[in-house]
């Protein structure tokens, strides 16, 4: 009996599905006039479950340096360093390149204006031990010599600092960096005395970020060092300059060119990988174009709705969903060799039959892929929605488009035949041949899997160029940075208690004696009311008896002029220029849990040390922790890692119900394949001694979610369709697995380890699939003409 012609075939979901595609494409086109794109790794980390005050500090410190790039030019001596420095700063306004110099003078000049109302308010700690012990008759003498000018340059009258404490304040609070003005220039000794450094500090001019692959910083600088090479070589110097670059632009930069890079080779590579494999299966144009539409639609669908959803995308969310190329062609390479093993059968009663195993197979990748989105990575979300929503748009596409836009005949390839045809020569292996392969596989894998290490480091989501990396580090030793990621978070009920436990804690730390480790606080520049009272009282005490000293030597009658009778209030330095140097370390109100500040340090080199200033932290009064960024991540990655496994193993559970559902009692032919293929990634990772990670599992989550697929076509055809449905998922498995072979190739460790797991995964399941598959019977193929 024939099936009927089906006049009401429903070609309205072609047209339904177009009005979707057009309101996408119209959404791509906005998107990429001003593409809202994010290269910040710690926004790939977990946010909920670190305090958010600590989220706030860091997100706060960073906004602060996101446009400074800070340049260094060594030399043997100082001349030639600032030689170097004049030609790098001339090439780089040259180039035009979107880098500014900045200028600190005026700043600081407006810094001491602010301040000089409180000059009496502002001690150091030094200052105070020494004016509560004053020996007055020596700092009469002290003050007689400032006088009669033997000490010169002083920032105020005599009258109103007689014995010169104000220089003392400003100089230790210069000390908070390395660099000190000369000839125009910043200038930084080298520790060891052989060379002279000159700072030149830059502030990038329009967007930060572009994604268009170019090296427009980079090449600039790059230039801009030759000349000053040059420069140096024509005065005769004839010695070797170092330029070392800093900046989170330059990051930035450095990971849109690596990513545009990769985006080209993964989607590009897979996209080149995937014609070709379906133009040599079929030997037609239309499977080609239309697969590739499918892949284009998934793509841009999956990119709205992840900006429809976040607000933005991740930088390596593209990079990864690149990677989506590789799998989401399964479902129009599974209907056109099923077109290959049934040409007769009309189109939309065709893909009503696949319909079942299409879904689930979509539904075990989604499940592999929406796992990430259990772990509270946001960037693991992203990537999480991103390749669901592309799949699943790549789904629907083929859905119902193919259907209505296939016809013609399909000649299909010699070599297509062939290796449909193979599969009638693979052992399906039962009884005793399958428990020895299993007894085999299960000594492989124990003996690999006790080769893995486990290796948690932050540092594995850094894909800036390791240069980049250490010229950064050695900018920060040599301008003693303090680090960014390891800091004191000081809370209290309200300002004043804040500053008082900041002062409170640097006291504490002087008292531990933990090496050449100095603290940058808020509380340095706006001292406590409380200390500010105390100072006042110290240095009218002790300044007015210098005075009557004095005064009694010269003959006068000499009175200190009236400061600002008020204290020195956080609203007013916040308003200030004055607040440039600490501003972002002040967090300001936190609603009920009152107010928050960030203590830095500077000199921490040693774990010893940062161990230290966590037992320091602990042992402080309430209102301060320490918060160390990187150690707590890779701890967190560690726990993260012991959880997921766990989901792991829940995942195979529920993904054999799934299929046990559909298949009964012979759903475990479609299932062990993947499980198989699991043990032997873990073992041959370990033999090839790669450290083991969190994104090591979150890749066997995906490779649950695509492995099964294959398993799930070849238990779905059986007889004549099955030997087509073994050239699908050789096709499928090549794609995918070229494609995120591609992506190991990334230099981004995260996203390596992703790429060969998934490899060595789908290499071994597409190995394993025939052999544990069903026995080929004529129930199940595929509707003909001829059947009713």
């Not at 544990?772 to 193929?781: I, P, T, V, Y």
């Amino acid at each position: 009996m024939k099936l009927p012609a089906r006049p009401g075939t429903p070609q309205w979901l072609a047209l339904a599905w177009l009005l979707v595609v057009a309101a996408i494409g119209w959404h791509q086109w906005q998107f990429w006039q001003a593409p809202r794109l994010d290269t910040d790794v710690f926004a790939l980390l977990p946010q909920d479950e670190q305090a958010s005050v600590a989220q706030r500090a860091i997100r706060q410190l960073g906004e602060q340096g996101e446009r400074r790039v800070v340049i260094m030019l060594g030399a043997a001596d100082w001349r030639a360093a600032h030689t170097a420095a004049a030609a790098f700063d001339q090439s780089l306004a040259a180039s035009r390149a979107g880098l500014r110099r900045t200028a600190d003078g005026a700043v600081a000049a407006q810094a001491l204006e602010f301040y000089r109302p409180w000059r009496d308010a502002l001690l150091t700690d030094a200052q105070r031990q020494a004016l509560r012990n004053a020996d007055v008759p020596a700092l009469t003498a002290r003050a007689l010599e400032r006088l009669h000018g033997l000490n010169t340059g002083q920032p105020t009258a005599w009258l109103a600092d007689p014995l010169g404490l104000w220089p003392a304040w400003w100089s230790q609070h210069a000390g908070l960096t390395a660099a000190r003005p000369r000839d125009g220039l910043l200038w930084v000794p080298d520790p060891d005395g052989q060379r002279d450094w000159a700072v030149l500090l830059y502030e990038t001019q329009g967007p930060a970020f572009r994604f268009d692959g170019a090296r427009r910083w980079a090449d600039a600088l790059d230039e801009a060092g030759r000349m000053a090479q040059t420069r140096v070589d024509a005065d005769g110097a004839a010695a070797p300059i170092t330029v070392l670059r800093a900046g989170v632009p330059l990051h930035a930069e450095a990971g849109a060119v690596q990513g545009q890079r990769e985006m080209n080779t993964i989607g590009w590579g897979s996209l080149v990988a995937v014609i070709a494999l379906v133009w040599w299966t079929f030997r037609a144009l239309r499977p080609v174009a239309l697969i590739a539409v499918s892949l284009l639609v998934g793509c841009a669908a999956a990119l709205s709705v992840t900006v429809w959803v976040f607000g933005q995308v991740h930088l390596l969310t593209l990079v990864f969903g690149a990677s989506l190329i590789g799998v989401a062609e399964d479902f129009g390479i599974h209907y056109f060799t099923s077109r290959l093993a049934s040409p007769d059968t009309p189109r939309w009663p065709l893909m009503k039959h696949l319909l079942p195993g299409l879904l689930l197979a979509l539904l075990t990748s989604v499940l592999g892929y929406l796992v990430l989105a259990v772990v509270p990575f946001p960037g693991l979300r992203q990537m999480a929605v991103f390749s669901s929503v592309g799949l699943i748009a790549a789904f629907l596409t083929a859905v119902c488009w193919f259907p209505a836009l296939d016809g013609g005949s399909l000649p299909g390839s010699r070599m297509g035949r062939a290796v449909a045809a193979s599969l009638a020569r693979w052992p399906v292996l039962e009884g005793r041949r399958l428990w020895a392969l299993l007894a085999l596989l299960g000594i492989l894998c124990a003996w690999g899997a006790s080769r893995l290490r486990v290796n948690d480091d932050l540092r594995q989501l850094q894909s800036s160029p390791p240069g980049l990396i250490q010229a950064q580090i050695d900018v920060g030793r040599l301008l003693q940075m303090p680090s960014p990621t390891q800091f004191f978070v000081v809370q209290g009920a309200t300002p004043e208690a804040v500053l008082q436990r900041e002062e409170a804690l640097r006291a504490r730390l002087q008292a531990a004696k933990l090496g050449p480790l100095t603290l940058s606080a808020v509380s340095d520049w706006v001292p406590s009311r409380a200390r500010q009272a105390e100072n006042r009282q110290l240095t009218a005490r002790v300044e007015q008896q210098v005075l009557d000293h004095v005064g009694h030597a010269l003959g006068e009658d000499l009175r200190r002029p009236a400061f600002r009778p008020g204290p020195l209030e956080l609203p007013a330095w916040l308003a200030s220029p004055a607040c440039a140097a600490a501003c972002s370390q002040w967090l300001g109100p936190l609603g009920d849990d009152g107010y928050a500040s960030v203590v830095l340090i500077r000199g921490l080199a040693t774990r010893a040390q940062a161990e230290a200033l966590r037992v320091l932290g602990l042992a402080q009064a309430e209102g301060v922790h320490w918060v160390d960024r990187a150690s707590d991540m890779s701890e967190l990655l560690g726990r993260f890692r012991g959880t997921m496994a766990w989901i792991l193993v829940a995942g195979h559970l529920l993904v054999w119900a799934a299929m046990a559902l559909r298949f009964g009692r012979t759903a475990w032919r479609a299932w062990l394949p993947t499980v198989l293929a699991s043990l032997g990634c873990l073992a041959v990772l370990g033999a090839l001694g790669e450290p083991f990670q969190l994104f090591h599992l979150l890749a066997l989550m995906l490779l649950l979610g695509m492995g099964v697929d294959y398993g799930i076509f070849l238990l779905e055809h059986q007889g004549k369709g099955q030997g087509h449905a073994w050239l699908a998922v050789l096709l499928g498995a090549l794609s995918t697995g070229l494609s995120f072979g591609l992506l190991a190739l990334s230099a981004t460790p995260a996203l390596h380890a992703f790429g060969l797991t998934l490899l060595l995964g789908l290499a071994l399941v597409c190995l394993l699939a025939p052999l544990l598959r069903q026995r080929q019977h004529l129930s199940g193929s595929l509707p003909t003409p001829q059947q009713t």
